[in-house]
């Protein structure tokens, strides 16, 4: 079985520009996640879809953060503009129906600095 | 609202028993889990406990869960140089499946 694909790996933009970030799930996962880890903290939440529908973004800086998936598969996340403290891992994870236990898999994430 | 603590840093010498420690407030949680996380890489998964279970061992991981307390623990036996990571403890929920993340324990083992 394949893991959860992210796209780029590494990106480095400058304060004020915009970056989209790519996602695809393990195949069949209804659920996908995008959590932000600042370095020296724990992955915090920033959206969650359940399908295409969202279910939760009520962290998700929308100011600024915007995120779709667009036929219940593959996901994108976009920050416009960027900002310093924007500078995290961002990870994505998807789950089965079930939801809990080993049905949560981990894409290897996209390294954001922000100068 | 939910809250996920642990120790910041753990070292030990290779072959010793390692103990990450973590406590948590939402007395509702009703799964645990334990991560790991290698310089540059993703979260793997290492295991988990059902809220309902006192203790599970999975080879030379042993996790113990006080739900009273709201304390879990991980125990890695004869632990060697390539367990040197970020132990992450998470929290979950049937009715949500988003987890809430502590802020890592950074494992260090000497040789």
């Known amino acids: 079985e394949a893991g959860v694909a992210q796209s780029p790996r590494y990106k480095i933009i400058e304060k004020r520009q915009s970056v989209a970030f790519w996602c695809n799930p393990i195949s069949g996962h209804a659920t996908l996640y995008w959590y932000q880890q600042i370095l020296g903290q724990g992955p915090k939440l920033l959206i969650q879809f359940q399908n295409n529908g969202v279910v939760d973004d009520s962290q998700l800086p929308k100011d600024r953060f915007s995120a779709e998936r667009l036929k219940g598969v593959d996901s994108t996340l976009k920050i416009q503009p960027a900002k310093l403290e924007d500078s995290a891992v961002y990870l994505c994870a998807s789950s089965s129906a079930g939801g809990q236990g080993r049905g949560y898999t981990f894409g290897s994430g996209t390294r954001l600095t922000v100068v | 609202g939910e809250d996920v603590e642990q120790s910041l840093f753990l070292s030990v010498r290779e072959g010793d028993s390692s103990v990450i420690n973590c406590t948590y407030t939402?007395?509702?949680?009703?799964?645990l889990y334990w991560y790991k996380q290698e310089p540059g890489a993703g979260l793997q998964l290492l295991t988990y406990?059902?809220?309902?279970?006192d203790m599970k061992q999975d080879q030379r991981l042993t996790v113990l869960l006080n739900k009273k307390d709201k304390h879990l623990s991980l125990r890695i036996a004869d632990t060697q140089t390539g367990d040197s990571a970020i132990y992450f403890c998470?929290?979950?929920?049937?009715?949500?499946?988003?987890?809430?993340f502590g802020s890592g324990t950074r494992l260090q083992v000497q040789p």
């Open positions: 406990i059902f809220s309902n279970m």
């Open positions: 998470a929290e979950g929920h049937t009715g949500r499946r988003a987890l809430t």
């Open positions: 939402d007395s509702s949680s009703t799964y």
